[in-house]
């Protein structure tokens, strides 16, 4: 028997296949069946007739870190299929900051994140992840926050992070791998993060591949004479090829220079 069964929808299963009409059996958190349920029992029936039954779609592009603290249950990502997103997007976010840092950051990205309560731990990636597992209505998975790491090393100045900061640095990105976040993230249109050079993020991102985790990266468009190249997309080539991590560019752009060659870019 099962505790659910999901009836007569039609199933997109994400492989690129058309979808099938098709029942959906579920025995506790698992799916135990995909098929035709005519002979089979279930606790609870839903009626799926005319709607899509699907995997929960990943918003890997969002800056709900502080709105999902206000408004837990989330309808406006919800009533749109999405159930995990991927929080600490372009290197702004609260984790890891000391109780001075962060309510330094919560007001400075306040808003692109909305305002968060005051007084909550961030002060580790353990911390951070607690105020959103099972109390908020969406999966979430977290990048450090190359923002943070520099608040908690060398503060918000513009200051090269290198010697006993830079280690400092290293360590807490490194803690936070192992606390759960899948990578590091950084936003070289923002400050402090564009006070950094291309060699400080190689000397991270070297934490990121031993840890297996991804570089994701809003291109630099600031500073850019302290990026290999001039920033942008050479610069974060030559920090994958260079420490090997995996990249991720958050954004591909346009501008006037380069109007009409979206292919070549």
Not at 42 to 60: E, H, M, R, Y
């Amino acid at each position: 028997m099962f505790d659910l069964l999901i009836k007569d929808g039609y199933m997109i299963d994400g492989s690129g296949q058309s979808r099938v009409r098709s029942d959906i059996g579920i025995i506790g958190e698992k799916i135990a069946f995909i098929g035709d349920s005519t002979d089979k029992d279930s606790k609870a029936i839903i009626n799926a007739n005319g709607l899509i039954v699907s995997p929960g779609f990943i918003d890997a592009h969002t800056h709900h870190d502080g709105i999902l603290l206000n408004d837990p249950q989330h309808a406006s990502s919800l009533r749109q299929g999405v159930t995990t997103e991927i929080l600490g997007q372009d290197g702004l976010s609260y984790a890891p900051l000391s109780s001075e840092n962060y309510e330094i950051q919560r007001k400075y990205l306040g808003g692109i994140l909305g305002m968060p309560p005051e007084n909550l731990d961030m002060s580790s990636i353990r911390a951070f992840r607690s105020h959103y597992h099972k109390k908020v209505s969406i999966n979430t998975a977290y990048r450090v926050s190359h923002g943070a790491l520099r608040m908690e090393s060398v503060g918000f100045f513009d200051k090269p992070l290198r010697s006993k900061e830079l280690d400092h640095a290293k360590n807490l990105l490194e803690e936070g791998l192992d606390q759960g976040s899948v990578g590091l993230a950084t936003g070289m249109s923002y400050h402090p993060n564009a006070w950094s050079d291309t060699d400080e993020l190689i000397e991270l991102c070297k934490v990121v591949k031993e840890k297996d985790g991804v570089y994701i990266t809003h291109l630099r468009d600031i500073n850019p004479e302290r990026g290999f190249g001039g920033g942008g997309v050479p610069e974060a080539l030559e920090i994958g090829k260079r420490s090997g991590v995996r990249v991720h560019f958050s954004h591909t752009r346009t501008s006037a220079e380069n109007a009409g060659q979206v292919s070549k870019v």
